[in-house]
């Protein structure tokens, strides 16, 4: 009979050797542009939200700006993911969430009572912290948001899934297989399948609420090369624990802290000359 | 794994147990388990046997005929001089049972179940959720009085063609006696879908109502499947009911508003009344049976099969 204490071990995590490459490193590229020169995407003004009696967001004023990466930062609990949520009015499912202040997409009002729900999340994509595929074929996952809002025709449709794929840097992993099961993906395939889902639907901005966290460095860099692609197409706003992540990705960073806006301002600024204390200590390690 | 040279670590206080009176422990439980295990394989086993071995005495009666009782449309066991032994009559007072009672049960308990998933407020799902499962405590007799005494009068007054026992009344009965299990088990099924899908559709702009059909349904589908082919099977094999108020006349009809019998109603005939301990029509009751054993086991197994083929992989 074989002890349990002698049962094997789980191997050690085999290092991957093929070379990881991080082709985008805007703060190294790009020059600091003022975020007041560029269109807005998203105004955010004197925004606050609760849920229930307590306050998660207070009084945040700034705007994501047009066609442009911007980066939320900040410790666990902040309030980031809760910003992104009422962007596309997915608090609309928490009971207790409530908002004041001002939310603007293009200027339509996101917060008002009469917005139309199912048009404004068509206009903003989401892409969550783990991948969650429909257990579809890839095919209907992405054309799954298209075919909620248009009447397509089946060549249409190819097109889109297509396009949408190619998109999301994975058009030549399987265009081969459309028909299979998005379930028989890599995590980082089917993260880039979410991607290409969202991106199917035309958005005006894409959220990304930590889309890396739960992928390997390969695929991390697979989706960050994406999104300097994507930036030229679309606004992004992503949220991430990795400093380097967002100092490489964005050309925008805001650090949050205990639901207040810090600050905000050019990424190669705030990674190198931030004007607050803490957001020094956060982006040094010192906290968080 | 102990390394000697490794840190001295902190000592931990108590005496180490006996690594024998735990082993004779595990084994102890162990055999136990597997007994408890075996017991019930055999009970079910020799229910089998029993069945079959009775059921092959049928078919060795001179009066009987295989071809006669699998393919003979009349069953006439106590009346008359010449009796027959055609199973078809009472397979068809159980499906037709079977199927009016399904036709209340699965759309209903579907949309309950949906409803209650996927549109109630969490209160209100918190209430409804234990009384249904009260419901599906209440015994099946109960049931049969509600027929007789409420459904049957209600058809008749609706419609004259209605007998007084009839398939609809009993079929009906059976539905809603379902419909708790029907709502519960399909229930579950889709609370099991995980919320990430739900909020990946309502991302992409997805109504609540196309959340339902286009995501959740499909992705529960293995559980609903599995739980309409239980309420089948309850519903095949549902006696009370059906002896109170489906009648006990073996009718060749797809006639809901007829008098039927099925199998389980011929049965309980049978060994309530008061045929003999070895005549045919004694022993006939136990190839009914075995039929009856052999179709929710074909169910049950279909069931399985569909669950495997449709089941999804979540992470
Ligand atoms: N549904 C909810 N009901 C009540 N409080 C909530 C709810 N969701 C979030 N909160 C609270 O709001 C605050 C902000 O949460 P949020 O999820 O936005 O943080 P976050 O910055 O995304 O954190 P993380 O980095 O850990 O994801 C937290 O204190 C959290 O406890
Ligand atoms: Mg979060």
Same mark, same amino acid.
């Given at each position: 009979m074989m002890e349990p204490s002698e049962a094997a071990l789980p191997e050690e995590p085999v290092a991957t050797h093929e070379e990881i490459t991080f082709k985008t490193d805007l703060s190294q590229t790009r020059p600091s542009e003022d975020p007041q020169d560029l269109d807005a995407a998203v105004r955010v003004e004197r925004f606050s939200s609760w849920y229930g009696d307590f306050q998660a967001l207070q009084a945040l004023s700034f705007v994501i700006p047009e066609n442009r990466i911007t980066a939320f930062i900040g410790p666990s609990g902040c309030g980031k993911s809760t910003l992104l949520r009422w962007i596309n009015r997915m608090?609309? @499912?928490? /009971?207790?969430a409530r908002a004041e202040g001002v939310l603007e997409l293009h200027g339509t009002d996101l917060l008002s009572s009469q917005a139309d729900v199912v048009d404004l999340r068509r206009r903003v994509g989401m892409v969550f912290q783990k991948p969650n595929p429909f257990p579809k074929s890839i095919y209907d996952n992405v054309a799954f948001g298209p075919r909620l809002h248009r009447k397509l025709s089946r060549s249409e449709t190819d097109d889109l899934v297509e396009q949408s794929l190619n998109d999301a840097a994975l058009w030549d992993e399987v265009k081969d297989r @459309? %028909?299979?099961?998005? @379930?028989?993906?890599s995590g980082g395939q089917q993260q880039r399948l979410c991607i290409a889902r969202a991106v199917a639907c035309g958005p005006e901005i894409l959220l990304m609420d930590? /889309?890396?966290?739960? @992928?390997d460095p390969k695929s991390t860099a697979a989706i960050e090369n994406l999104m300097a692609t994507l930036r030229q197409h679309y606004t992004i706003a992503i949220v991430t624990h990795n400093m380097q992540q967002a100092a490489r990705t964005s050309d925008f960073t805001a650090f949050l802290y205990q639901g207040e806006l810090i600050e905000f301002g050019a990424t190669q600024q705030i990674f190198? %000359? /931030?004007?607050?204390r803490e957001t020094e200590n956060y982006i040094t390690g010192r906290f968080g | 794994m102990t390394n000697p040279s490794a840190n001295p670590t902190r000592p931990i206080p108590g005496r180490p147990r006996s690594k024998t009176a735990q082993r004779v422990r595990e084994r102890l439980i162990q055999a136990g388990l597997v007994g408890c295990a075996l017991f019930s394989i055999l009970i079910t086993a020799s229910i089998v046997v029993i069945l079959a071995a009775e059921a092959i005495q049928f078919f060795r009666l001179d009066e009987v005929s295989i071809t006669e009782f699998f393919f003979g449309t009349e069953w006439s066991?106590?009346?008359?001089?010449e009796k027959h032994f055609g199973i078809w009559p009472l397979i068809c007072g159980t499906l037709l049972v079977t199927a009016v009672a399904m036709s209340v049960a699965l759309p209903l308990g579907l949309i309950t179940a949906v409803y209650l998933s996927e549109y109630a407020p969490p209160r209100l799902r918190a209430v409804l959720k234990p009384t249904l499962e009260v419901l599906a405590g209440i015994p099946t007799v109960v049931f049969g009085f509600f027929a007789l005494t409420v459904i049957t009068p209600g058809l008749i007054s609706l419609h004259e063609g209605f007998e007084i026992y009839n398939a609809f009344s009993a079929g009906i009965a059976v539905g809603i006696m379902c419909l708790p299990i029907v709502t519960s088990l399909t229930e579950d099924a889709l609370q099991a879908v995980p919320r990430a899908l739900r909020a990946g559709a309502f991302g992409l702009g997805a109504t609540r109502f196309e959340v339902s059909v286009k995501i959740v349904l499909p992705a529960a589908l293995s559980g609903i499947v599995a739980a309409f082919l239980l309420a089948i099977a309850r519903a095949v094999g549902e006696t009370m009911i059906v002896a109170l108020a489906a009648g006990s006349s073996p009718n060749m009809t797809l006639d809901p508003r007829e008098s039927v019998q099925t199998m389980t109603g011929y049965m309980v005939q049978i060994f309530l009344g008061?045929?003999?301990?070895?005549?045919p029509e004694y022993l006939s009751s136990y190839a009914v049976a075995f039929m009856l054993f052999v179709m929710t086991f074909g169910i049950t197994v279909i069931g399985q099969k569909i669950r495997k083929r449709f089941r999804e992989v979540y992470q």
């Open positions: 608090n609309d @499912l928490v /009971p207790s @459309l %028909k299979a099961s998005a @379930l028989s993906l930590e /889309p890396c966290s739960a @992928l190198t %000359k /931030p004007e607050q | 066991p106590l009346l008359g001089a008061d045929a003999s301990n070895y005549g």
